[in-house]
């Protein structure tokens, strides 16, 4: 593998082995998970030391496989950011389902070429399912093909959303959005991790 223009495919699949492996962490970790564990950035944003500890996990999985890439990460702002290839890790997405025992959080990797995604892997932890893709690949999960809904108009549509938790400011204009949306499509689903909204969009 080239360090200047690696195989994407090849690469795809080595971070598929991490993110299922780190999927296997942190599923152990949520049955040992005690309250004083539990981390508070924000009113309801929070942290553990698993997302942490599979964040380091992540890095030390990716740095030897393609050495040329620096990180965007969300825990350690610490790692270094390079020109041109950059591994870009949420290590648990859908913290506060893992806190709370809610079966939908996921580990989601890029990696950036110019700040342009050109590989993307989603483990969605607790069904098994691996979603992945990496440029001019086309879009897999679990080794089959996927592809987006037929779908063609908002009646035909069921829609996936997160709601606000940062900025109380937009929680009524929210709710008009939403009130909308779930009287024109087929519904609204809010698992509470977006890696797994976009992965779902993904496969229909």
Not at 133 to 149: F, H, L, P, Q, R
């Amino acid at each position: 593998m080239s360090l200047t223009t690696p195989d994407l495919e090849a690469l795809c699949e080595r971070v598929q082995v991490a993110s299922m492996r780190v999927g296997a962490y942190i599923r152990e970790e949520q049955k040992k998970l005690k309250q004083h564990q539990i981390e508070q950035k924000g009113r309801s944003n929070f942290v553990t030391h698993v997302d942490k500890q599979a964040e380091q996990y992540f890095v030390d999985a990716l740095t030897p496989i393609f050495p040329e890439a620096g990180f965007i990460t969300e825990e350690d702002h610490t790692r270094e950011r390079k020109s041109r290839w950059n591994w870009v890790i949420d290590p648990l997405d859908g913290t506060t389902n893992f806190i709370h025992g809610v079966p939908f959080f996921a580990t989601s990797v890029a990696l950036l070429r110019d700040d342009v995604p050109v590989l993307g892997v989603i483990y969605e932890i607790n069904m098994d399912e691996c979603f992945y893709a990496w440029e001019n690949g086309g879009a897999w999960m679990n080794g089959k093909k996927i592809t987006c809904s037929n779908a063609t108009t908002l009646a035909e549509s069921l829609i996936g959303t997160g709601f606000p938790y940062s900025d109380s400011d937009t929680q009524e204009t929210y709710m008009r959005l939403f009130t909308h949306l779930q009287n024109a499509s087929h519904g609204m689903r809010r698992p509470g991790s977006a890696a797994t909204d976009m992965a779902y969009v993904a496969c229909g």
